[in-house]
């Protein structure tokens, strides 16, 4: 079952900050992986910026919203 943007954002807002492990997002943006992205089973792409370090912070979610890769 494919996972849809709704359920890919609550699912990147779910995801603590890698930096101050703080759940606090300023800014979330959702949007379908790119090529480059979807190359390696990538279906949502999530950029976030934390509202505590202001750590910005990528993440990349599979058709299943298991997370790929956070960085």
């Keep these: 079952m494919a996972v849809t943007r709704e359920r890919a954002e ?3 807002r779910a995801t603590p900050c890698p930096t101050c492990r703080e759940y606090t997002w300023r800014r ?5 992986a790119g090529p480059g992205e979807a190359a390696v089973g990538a279906a949502w ?3 976030l910026v934390c509202g505590v370090c202001a750590a ?6 599979d058709d299943d919203g298991d997370l790929l890769y956070v960085g």
């Design 10 to 12: 609550l699912i990147a």
């Design 28 to 32: 979330v943006k959702v949007r379908e």
């Design 56 to 61: 910005h912070v990528h993440l990349a979610l």
């Design 45 to 47: 792409s999530a950029e």
